[in-house]
């Protein structure tokens, strides 16, 4: 399974996904930390704008710490998607460097 924050998150409980000020217990940890999950799938549009957002950095930094884990040598890291692919996926219709080009 992956990670997709913005279709994982009940928005009109809030201070429960966040886990009541305990990061811990946050859905996005919870999720993230899971065996099951493979990877981290950022979403981003023209401008990148997740990557100005305190939870998305520090998905970003989940990330990090569980690539780097000894015990989740199967997590996969973290994915960027944009309308024109994954970046650092190659496809035969895209690569990597067009993708970030058009970012």
Same mark, same amino acid.
């Given at each position: 399974?992956?990670?997709?924050?913005?279709?994982?998150?009940?928005?009109?409980?809030?201070? /429960?996904?966040?886990?009541?000020?305990?990061?811990?217990?946050?859905?996005?940890?919870?999720? #993230?930390?899971?065996?099951?999950?493979?990877?981290?799938?950022?979403?981003?549009?023209?401008?990148?704008?997740?990557?100005?957002?305190?939870?998305?950095?520090?998905?970003?930094?989940?990330?990090?710490?569980?690539?780097?884990? /000894?015990?989740?040598?199967?997590?996969?890291? #973290?994915?960027?998607?944009?309308? /024109?692919?994954?970046?650092?996926?190659?496809? /035969?219709?895209?690569?990597?460097?067009?993708?970030?080009?058009?970012?």
């Amino acid at each position: 399974s992956y990670w997709i924050c913005f279709l994982s998150n009940n928005q009109w409980k809030i201070s /429960e996904e966040l886990g009541r000020g305990q990061w811990q217990e946050s859905s996005f940890y919870k999720a #993230l930390s899971h065996q099951s999950c493979e990877a981290t799938c950022m979403v981003l549009d023209d401008k990148a704008l997740p990557l100005t957002r305190s939870w998305c950095l520090f998905e970003v930094l989940q990330t990090y710490r569980l690539v780097h884990a /000894e015990e989740r040598s199967n997590f996969e890291g #973290l994915f960027f998607c944009a309308k /024109e692919g994954v970046i650092g996926f190659q496809e /035969e219709s895209s690569s990597s460097y067009d993708v970030t080009i058009a970012l």
